[in-house]
């Protein structure tokens, strides 16, 4: 009923920037909570940011300053911009959307991409 597509992931070298984005898409009644986790190898998946509808958002400690979310609720988008990129930032990176449904307004489930590569190398 609902997928979420990421775009924007690939390979960049140290101290540069990329721009991921998710779209929402399908029998969307209501999107509350929008945000981006990443999972590098090895390692548990973690939140980065997230945005709620309202447009108040909050980081994991250590990418406030270099990454900022923001979504446009009219496409059903969320955007994660990500700079001065640090070869700790490599990992596949998802989107994540609290939606609820046309046939069941009143109920929120939590929805996810299938992942974007993102590689910080020189």
């Known amino acids: 009923q609902v997928q979420l597509v990421e775009s924007g992931g690939g390979l960049v070298q140290p101290g540069g920037s990329l721009r991921l984005s998710c779209a929402a898409s399908g029998m969307i009644f209501s999107i509350n909570v929008m945000g981006w986790y990443r999972q590098a190898p090895g390692k548990q998946r973690e939140l980065l940011a997230a945005i709620t509808r309202g447009g108040n958002t909050n980081y994991l400690d250590s990418v406030k300053g270099r990454f900022t979310i923001s979504r446009d609720n009219a496409k059903n988008t969320v955007y994660l911009q990500m700079n001065n990129l640090k070869p700790e930032d490599t990992a596949v990176y998802y989107c994540?959307?609290?939606?609820?449904?046309?046939?069941?307004?009143?109920?929120?489930?939590?929805?996810w991409g299938q992942g974007t590569q993102v590689t910080v190398s020189s």
């Open positions: 994540s959307a609290r939606i609820s449904v046309l046939d069941r307004p009143g109920t929120f489930n939590d929805y």
